[in-house]
């Protein structure tokens, strides 16, 4: 069936420091979703793509999809304590409102 | 203000136990999931209802069974819980592919 990898699995960094998770898939996406789930909570949404060689920023966080829409990635500049936990991207599924998840990469962020 | 609870956030149950899993929405949502997270495999999906008594099996229904008799209400049930179902169980709901997830249940099972 349809997979997203992610990597890395987990990163650690200096608090300042820039992050960047990759998203990839073998087939083409319409989409690709973004979550954050912090340490103990759930996934929350952050953000979608659609368009080929989409770029959206949310303050820090910059996310792009790929012009061939095989791959996204989540880059976060000057990291901060706030930004620990773990992103995960999403494709879609076999049937509308079905998702599938990559595996995530968690952030740590050394002080 | 989009809204998902869970039953229990935390949850021990001994190995053989009927289980029961509630989740609840607020927002009219068509579809609702149930996944499974565990260190290293990320989230699994073990079932999900695309309506009313509707219900598909996602990638590890082996050991689950799912309930929707109304459109908030979905419920996992576990016939016989074992040890290797001790996990963190996470329900949720989407509209247009945007899924809603609720806190969690951290399930024990002795």
């Not at chain 1, 954050?36 to 659609?50: A, D, E, S």
């Not at chain 1, 829409?69 to 989540?74: E, F, I, M, T």
């Amino acid at each position: 069936g349809q997979q997203v990898m992610q990597i890395p699995q987990y990163q650690h960094v200096q608090e300042g420091e820039d992050f960047t998770t990759y998203c990839n898939s073998s087939t083409t996406l319409s989409n690709i979703q973004w979550y954050k789930q912090r340490p103990g909570g759930h996934p929350v949404f952050l953000i979608q793509l659609v368009k080929s060689g989409e770029v959206k920023k949310q303050k820090r966080l910059t996310f792009q999809f790929g012009e061939a829409k095989k791959n996204s990635s989540l880059h976060i500049t000057a990291t901060q304590t706030t930004d620990v936990g773990t992103y995960f991207c999403a494709g879609p599924g076999n049937r509308d409102d079905k998702i599938i998840f990559g595996k995530g990469t968690r952030l740590h962020i050394l002080p | 203000d989009v809204k998902v609870t869970q039953s229990s956030r935390y949850l021990v149950k001994r190995t053989g136990e009927k289980v029961f899993l509630e989740c609840v929405q607020d927002m009219d949502h068509e579809n609702m999931f149930w996944y499974r997270q565990d260190p290293g495999l990320g989230l699994r999906l073990i079932y999900f209802s695309y309506d009313v008594k509707m219900k598909e099996k996602g990638d590890i229904p082996e050991g689950y069974s799912v309930s929707r008799e109304k459109k908030e209400r979905f419920s996992l049930i576990l016939e016989s819980a074992s040890t290797n179902q001790t996990s963190m169980y996470l329900c949720a709901s989407s509209l247009w592919r945007t899924q809603y997830f609720g806190p969690g249940t951290r399930l024990l099972v002795l």
